[in-house]
């Protein structure tokens, strides 16, 4: 069975610094990965994705994740934090085959940036 | 342009009320999904439309009914909802083929709420 693990549910850094979300994935196969954020009364909005090319993946807002196939793991990093990325984040898998439409969902991890 | 758009963005209806939500893209997606969202959760796939034709319903109760008159519109007819259908609901959209073109994209959602 293919899964998706986010391993904090809440993480706060200061403005400035740097930020790790950190994402694992569980697949039989070559996933497609994706990132995406969710501002408070929002819609999603993505972030980034890895298909199968590079595997680091530069996104939007300065965010990057890379793709470690021998670690199963997808985290999302960004150099310095600014209020703004203040939301929750999404790390998704897409599965290979059969019902690639219905994609896996993490349960979120809350960002606060504090001033 | 990523933009997908919702109407209305707020609607409060009674259980015996029939409303409707509605979802335009002008990507050329010829893919579009329904999903619902509570509270601090990740949102849970409703209805797949490709090519306007139904391709997935995850058992969703029947007082949902989904329609798509073409290629840009998703409708979700809603009667006699019960209180436990708030939530936010999301309309999404992708191209279709391969790997790297399935990208879903989100829009800002509808919050629905039902007294």
């Known amino acids: 069975a293919q899964s998706v693990t986010q391993l904090d549910s809440h993480v706060s850094v200061s403005e400035g610094t740097p930020v790790l979300l950190r994402c694992n994935y569980s697949?039989?196969?070559?996933?497609?990965l994706f990132w995406y954020v969710q501002h408070p009364n929002k819609g999603l909005q993505l972030l980034l994705k890895?298909?199968?090319?590079a595997t680091l993946v530069k996104g939007i807002n300065g965010f990057e994740a890379e793709f470690k196939k021998s670690e199963t793991s997808f985290h999302l990093t960004k150099p310095s934090a600014h209020m703004s990325d203040a939301a929750e984040y999404f790390c998704?898998?897409?599965?290979?085959?059969?019902?690639?439409?219905?994609?896996?969902w993490g349960l979120g991890t809350s960002l606060a940036v504090n001033p | 342009d990523t933009e997908v758009t919702q109407t209305p963005k707020h609607l409060v209806m009674g259980m015996t009320n029939k409303k409707s939500l509605k979802c335009e893209q002008h990507m050329g997606h010829r893919a579009m999904y329904w999903y619902k969202q509570k509270a601090k959760k990740p949102p849970e796939l409703m209805f797949v439309y490709s090519y306007e034709k139904l391709s997935i319903n995850e058992s969703v109760p029947s007082r949902f009914s989904p329609e798509c008159p073409n290629s840009s519109l998703l409708n979700l007819h809603l009667h006699a909802l019960q209180p436990e259908d708030s939530a936010l609901y999301l309309c999404?959209?992708?191209?279709?083929?391969?790997?790297?073109?399935?990208?879903?994209?989100f829009g800002p959602g509808t919050r629905l709420l039902v007294l």
């Open positions: 890895y298909t199968s090319a």
């Open positions: 999404a959209s992708s191209q279709e083929g391969g790997r790297d073109r399935e990208t879903q994209y």
């Open positions: 697949s039989s196969y070559s996933p497609s």
């Open positions: 998704v898998v897409r599965p290979y085959g059969g019902n690639n439409r219905k994609l896996i």
